[in-house]
């Protein structure tokens, strides 16, 4: 009998996130589900991990050559039983009572695809912490990459996703390669006129990057992702998507602007020491830890010049070429 459910982890070079993902599967409350390892030509592969599970859960490991997470979780699309596939990134962490909420909520909505937000546990790094409350915030882009308080219809993230068997066999599944596959994704789900929501309770615990190097090289493909998909859906890049651009140059031009037009430096500059100072309290009062609002500064600073920066450098190579 097939599983009601199929789990589609694609993963590159990190087995001790799957371990740590694996067993928040294990850990389910509800149990008819498979999963399935995708492993996109990795070095370091997760084969043995996957073993380590194979008493407490159905779980199958599949290895092929690198292509990125598009065509992987295709791959993982292909190879499921079940009548919906659920995906995760690696570096998340399910609580045990996920796919409960995902079952109340299908019970009552017949969504054809869904989604669910990301939060932080209390063991993270006030560093990851600052990461992603700033990611989820509508104070910066989260206001645009869709939650509770999205802007626009709900578009599902890859990070915690669910399609049913009839979105991919009428869609084909994700057409990028990787960068915004889940955007351009969703866009085409809407208008094949599937029904598309938000479930609040299946959230996962999304383990933000280590470090700001690495987290400005993410918001950055983020960037660029919208700009590509604006490319094959005009429609989908609005105003709000140039914010963080508009963000990048007002920066910019503030010491240009304190020779030429000091009148209007000694206004920018007071709005964007406000804009962070608002961030600070809304960081403060969500999380209520110092160390993380302080942290949600720089990161919201870091999180805004790298997808404003990627958008208009992608957007600007795909309209002059």
């Known amino acids: 009998m097939n599983p009601k459910y199929s789990v589609i982890i694609p993963v590159y070079n990190r087995p001790q996130e799957v371990e740590e993902l694996i067993q928040s599967l294990a850990l389910q409350g509800y149990r008819d589900l498979e999963v399935l390892v995708i492993d996109d030509g990795s070095t370091d592969r997760c084969d043995a991990v996957v073993d380590r599970f194979r008493d407490r859960l159905a779980i199958q490991y599949y290895f092929k050559p690198n292509s990125g997470p598009g065509p992987t979780r295709n791959f993982g699309f292909e190879h499921s039983r079940g009548a919906y596939f659920v995906m995760f990134d690696s570096d998340c962490l399910l609580p045990d009572t996920y796919f409960l909420a995902v079952e109340a909520a299908l019970g009552k909505e017949k969504l054809d695809a869904w989604g669910g937000p990301d939060r932080p546990m209390k063991e993270f790094s006030v560093l990851q912490r600052a990461m992603g409350y700033t990611m989820s915030s509508f104070l910066t882009t989260g206001g645009i990459r869709g939650g509770k308080r999205h802007l626009g219809w709900f578009q599902p993230r890859s990070f915690n996703m669910g ?116 961030l600070f309290f809304h960081s403060l009062i969500t999380n209520r830890n110092l160390a993380v609002a302080i942290l949600s500064i720089p990161s919201a600073a870091i999180q805004l010049w790298g997808y404003g920066t990627g958008f208009f450098k992608e957007w600007l190579k795909s309209y002059t070429t």
Do not use: C
């Not at 609040?200 to 615990?205: L, N, R």
């Not at 914010?243 to 910019?252: D, G, I, N, Q």
């Open 163 to 278: 399609i049913s068997r009839k979105v991919f066999e009428r869609t084909g599944g994700f057409r990028f390669d990787r960068h915004a596959e889940d955007i351009e994704l969703s866009v085409r789900m809407r208008k094949e006129g599937f029904r598309i929501g938000l479930i609040p309770d299946a959230f996962v615990y999304h383990k933000r990057r280590t470090n700001f190097s690495q987290f400005y090289r993410q918001v950055a493909a983020f960037g660029k992702g919208r700009a590509l998909v604006g490319v094959h859906h005009p429609e989908e890049v609005k105003l709000t998507h140039w914010m963080p651009t508009l963000f990048v140059l007002a920066v910019m031009s503030l010491p240009i602007l304190y020779f030429i037009a000091p009148v209007l430096s000694a206004v920018l500059l007071p709005l964007l020491l406000l804009y962070f100072l608002a």
